[in-house]
């Protein structure tokens, strides 16, 4: 069966600094993979989307990138965290329709 | 543009009672709409979903009710439940062909409340 992993569950970071989370996904190949941000208060926003290895498309301009290195591994990052980063990060992959979600993670920049 | 809009950030149905949950979207190119639950830090995960071919899809409690020409879809439960209490997502997507047909547009969120 397939699962998404993604870590860590919770980050606290000075702003400033840098960010890196990962996702991994098993039991599956070439998954489409995607980036979301749960902003509070607001809708989940669609950062990145990934159709293949070192293949990213952004869906917004921001402070952070995103990287495919292996085909069921998505990186999220940033050089310098600002503030308005902080949010609940979510990780997902699909194939046809339907996504499905990771866990979450939780940034608070302070 | 938000081009999917839950206009209720929150409801609160007694337990038993049926909850009403609203979609409204602008794309007249979305051609699939999902429903996903959502508990606090946790993804959401997968409840229902309806092709635009279709104007109802039932699934035990969960039904989903489309109206295309209004660009509508509500989510009903019945009876409600406590552990229904979350955040329900609606998402839609559609327009051309190969990866756009698979990039989710998501509302901002109903959260539900059920009242023991």
């Known amino acids: 069966s397939q699962t998404i992993h993604q870590w860590p569950a919770t980050l606290v970071q000075p702003v400033g600094s840098p960010l890196s989370l990962e996702c991994t996904v098993e039991?599956?190949?070439?998954?489409?993979l995607y980036w979301y941000r749960q902003a509070a208060g607001r809708g989940l926003q669609l950062l990145f989307y990934?159709?293949?290895?070192?293949?990213i498309s952004s869906e917004v301009p921001q402070n952070l990138s995103a990287s495919r290195p292996q085909d069921r591994q998505f990186i999220l990052s940033s050089k310098k965290l600002l503030l308005s980063d902080s949010g609940f990060y979510l990780c997902?992959?699909?194939?046809?329709?339907?996504?499905?979600f990771g866990s979450g993670t939780r940034l608070t920049v302070v | 543009d938000q081009q999917v809009k839950q206009n209720s950030p929150s409801l609160s149905v007694q337990e038993g009672r049926i909850s009403i949950l609203n979609c409204d979207y602008t794309?007249?190119?979305?051609?699939?709409f999902l429903w996903y639950k959502k508990y606090p830090a946790e993804g959401p995960t997968f409840l229902i979903s309806?092709?635009?071919?279709?104007d109802k899809n039932e699934d035990g409690r969960f039904t989903v009710f489309l109206n295309k020409s209004a660009k509508h879809l509500s989510l009903h439960i019945v009876p409600s439940q406590p552990g229904d209490s979350a955040v329900y997502f609606c998402?839609?997507?559609?327009?051309?062909?190969?990866?756009?047909?698979?990039?989710?547009?998501f509302g901002t969120g109903t959260r539900l409340t059920i009242i023991p």
């Open positions: 998402a839609a997507s559609g327009g051309t062909l190969g990866f756009g047909n698979e990039k989710l547009t």
């Open positions: 039991g599956t190949s070439n998954p489409n």
């Open positions: 997902a992959w699909s194939r046809v329709y339907g996504y499905t």
């Open positions: 990934s159709i293949g290895i070192d293949q």
């Open positions: 309806i092709s635009s071919i279709k």
């Open positions: 794309n007249s190119m979305f051609d699939y």
